[in-house]
């Protein structure tokens, strides 16, 4: 069982930058999926990004952040970030990071093993 704990979450202005966390518990992390998903009050949790297993890849990304965020993970540290730029006030939202046995899903269904999340706040 692999057990996940985000971090790296804050307020930030529009424009600034944040970088995103997903440490992982469990020898076979490297051998899933992540995604990262984001769920702003009163609204479904929604795909933002994934990467594949071992090396990671191919990753995916909604079209909303494409160009912005970027997905890397790092299986020394059973780590997968999430860089973030050039944030918008629409990027509000708790982000939750999970793992699945499929490579390149955007379904939430699919991952399992989800974190506490961490809060990011975009005011202007």
């Known amino acids: 069982q692999v057990q996940l704990v985000e971090s790296g979450g804050g307020l930030v202005q529009p424009g600034g930058s944040l970088r995103l966390s997903c440490a992982a518990s469990g020898s076979i992390f490297s051998s899933y999926s992540v995604g990262w998903f984001r769920q702003a009050p009163g609204k479904e949790r929604e795909f933002v990004s994934s990467?594949?297993?071992?090396?990671?890849?191919?990753?995916y990304y909604t079209d909303s952040v494409k160009g912005r965020f970027t997905i890397s993970r790092d299986n020394a540290k059973n780590t997968v970030y999430l860089q973030m730029n050039s944030l918008k006030p629409e990027d509000t939202a708790v982000y939750y990071c999970?793992?699945?046995?499929?490579?390149?899903?955007?379904?939430?269904?699919?991952?399992?093993?989800w974190g506490q999340g961490t809060q990011v706040t975009v005011y202007s």
């Open positions: 999970a793992v699945s046995a499929v490579g390149g899903t955007r379904n939430v269904n699919s991952y399992g093993s």
């Open positions: 990467i594949t297993a071992w090396s990671g890849a191919a990753t």
